[in-house]
């Protein structure tokens, strides 16, 4: 039989079994998120050659660069869950994008200022009105439009399915971002690694780039699941599940 | 009991927002007053140098309009959540969408009209040179819509909201960054003598896309925003 995998993800947007499956995972997320970024940290500060032309400045690239991608995928998951979310109703799919809109917000903060950071040694500036950092600035502005949305309903169900549809609107500044360096040829270098075909990076150097990505991932999915599961203890208050929950830490 | 037409039902709706707006007139000239005092501040805080009034122009037209259509933009619903009407209209048996249409272009005519007739004043305010006027009002002609409509869609979602006039600029102003680039890049352009027919090219590509799809997400938002 291979109906098991739709039935089983349909089981799983029910808010109990989620926060039993979220419960779990989150640990070993957690951890692998740890392990990797400390082997990425390791690889990318210590054993990477020096870059020929920035020489050790080039570093901040292992956290610019996972956290600019997490930036962009956040968005996109949360798009997605947001089209969910408006279509089908799914309470978890409300509670998953709304959680993810302060972590990839985080996230681009992050890209943002780690990339001013990395502007002045090198092209001289802190900031400059480059095509791809001004989209970016405008993903970040759109994520805290989504959390401030979201925020404004009393009620908070209502709140999320209208922070949802302001997500989908926004989603179109995803694509933006992501080809705006091939777009208008401005400061900002194009993409040196590629999914599809030669990246143009050392292996070396290119390495710790990926694990970071994986730890930035983990740290996502571990977050993401922490927040959902104290979301979602909120959300349903007076049921049963959470009463059971709610005796059985009182036992302890 | 026969149903009025859509024709008949669309000319009614817009015959209602003009009417009530103007019972209101003190209303439609805030807008106008705000761009004016912020324009005349320029020259204050800048010093009168025509040299640089001129290169800044178009530019702070664009964004004095931009600001005084959002201060309006607030409105646009407010007063029919208040009384009710928006919930009568979302039962109404015409299709929301349109009905949605008709307020934007109301709002549109009401708010944006007045600003696009005194832009000529503005520009003069700043010494921007004649013959670049035709073309700052053909991209007026062109974003201002386009800002009426994101706008639409965006107060629709905080209808249900009772804070939201911050909010709505948090929302709005970063979705209007296209419209702000190619309107200016226009003006510029025409300043510096250089073909600008391309940036107001995008700028009516971008309307008419915004005008089949923005009712119907203004429609959908509404519906969100009532539903509790």
């Known amino acids: 039989?291979?109906?098991?995998?739709?039935?089983?993800?349909?089981?799983?947007?029910?808010?109990?079994?989620?926060?039993?499956?979220?419960?779990?995972?989150?640990?070993?997320?957690?951890?692998?998120?740890?392990?990797?970024?400390?082997?990425?940290?390791?690889?990318?500060?210590?054993?990477?050659?020096?870059?020929?032309?920035?020489?050790?400045?080039?570093?901040?690239i292992f956290i610019h660069v996972p956290c600019a991608w997490m930036s962009m995928f956040v968005y996109a998951v949360m798009g997605v869950s947001s089209l969910i979310a408006l279509v089908w109703r799914i309470?978890?799919?409300?509670?998953?994008?709304?959680?993810?809109?302060?972590?990839?917000?985080?996230?681009?903060?992050?890209?943002?200022?780690?990339?001013?950071?990395?502007?002045?040694?090198?092209?001289?500036?802190?900031?400059?009105?480059?095509?791809?950092?001004?989209?970016?600035?405008?993903?970040?502005?759109?994520?805290?439009g989504v959390i401030g949305l979201y925020h404004s309903f009393e009620d908070r169900r209502q709140g999320a399915r209208a922070a949802a549809f302001l997500a989908l609107i926004g989603i179109i500044n995803v694509p933006i971002v992501h080809f705006s360096v091939n777009w208008w040829n401005t400061l900002h270098q194009g993409s040196t690694v590629k999914l599809?075909?030669?990246?143009?990076?050392?292996?070396?150097?290119?390495?710790?780039?990926?694990?970071?990505?994986?730890?930035?991932?983990?740290?996502?999915?571990a977050s993401l699941f922490h927040r959902a599961r104290v979301d979602l203890l909120a959300l349903e208050g007076g049921k049963d599940w959470v009463r059971q929950i709610a005796e059985d830490e009182a036992r302890k | 009991m026969t149903r009025p037409g859509l024709a008949a039902a669309c000319a009614a709706m817009l015959r209602r927002d003009l009417t009530l707006a103007w019972r209101r007139r003190g209303d439609i000239a805030m807008p106008v007053l705000y761009a004016l005092i912020v324009t005349m501040l320029f020259p204050f805080a800048l010093g009168p140098e025509d040299t640089l009034l001129q290169r800044i122009a178009g530019g702070v037209i664009l964004v004095t309009v931009l600001l005084a259509m959002l201060l309006a933009l607030d409105g646009m619903f407010s007063s029919d959540v208040e009384d009710g009407s928006l919930e009568q209209l979302v039962l109404a048996p015409q299709p929301l969408?349109?009905?949605?249409?008709?307020?934007?272009?109301?709002?549109?005519?009401?708010?944006?009209?007045?600003?696009?007739?005194?832009?000529?004043?503005?520009?003069?305010?700043?010494?921007?040179?004649?013959?670049?006027?035709p073309v700052l009002l053909l991209a007026l002609l062109l974003a201002t819509p386009l800002l009426s409509l994101l706008g639409a869609v965006l107060v629709a979602l905080t209808a249900g909201t009772r804070r939201s006039g911050m909010l709505l600029a948090l929302m709005l102003l970063p979705l209007?960054?296209?419209?702000?680039?190619?309107?200016?890049?226009?003006?510029?352009?025409?300043?510096?003598?250089?073909?600008?027919?391309?940036?107001?090219?995008?700028?009516?590509?971008?309307?008419?896309?915004?005008?089949?799809?923005?009712?119907?997400?203004?429609?959908?938002?509404?519906?969100?925003?009532?539903?509790a």
């Open chain 1, 91 to 144: 309470k978890l799919a409300e509670v998953v994008a709304m959680e993810s809109a302060p972590i990839g917000a985080a996230f681009t903060f992050i890209t943002l200022v780690t990339g001013s950071l990395w502007g002045k040694p090198m092209w001289g500036t802190w900031w400059t009105w480059d095509a791809r950092l001004t989209s970016e600035l405008v993903l970040l502005f759109l994520y805290l």
């Open chain 1, 196 to 221: 599809f075909g030669p990246s143009k990076i050392a292996w070396g150097m290119l390495w710790p780039l990926l694990a970071m990505t994986l730890a930035t991932k983990f740290y996502y999915i």
């Open chain 2, 176 to 227: 209007c960054v296209p419209a702000v680039i190619f309107a200016a890049g226009a003006v510029a352009a025409a300043q510096q003598g250089l073909p600008w027919i391309a940036p107001v090219a995008w700028l009516g590509a971008a309307l008419v896309l915004a005008v089949v799809l923005a009712p119907l997400a203004c429609a959908a938002a509404l519906r969100i925003a009532l539903d």
């Open chain 1, 1 to 60: 039989m291979s109906n098991w995998i739709p039935l089983w993800l349909h089981k799983l947007s029910s808010p109990p079994t989620f926060y039993r499956f979220a419960g779990t995972l989150r640990p070993w997320a957690m951890a692998l998120a740890v392990l990797f970024g400390v082997i990425a940290l390791y690889g990318g500060l210590v054993l990477a050659p020096a870059d020929y032309q920035q020489g050790d400045a080039y570093r901040i």
């Open chain 2, 97 to 133: 969408a349109l009905m949605m249409g008709m307020k934007i272009l109301a709002h549109w005519m009401t708010t944006a009209l007045p600003l696009i007739v005194i832009a000529p004043l503005l520009a003069a305010m700043l010494h921007l040179p004649a013959a670049v006027i």
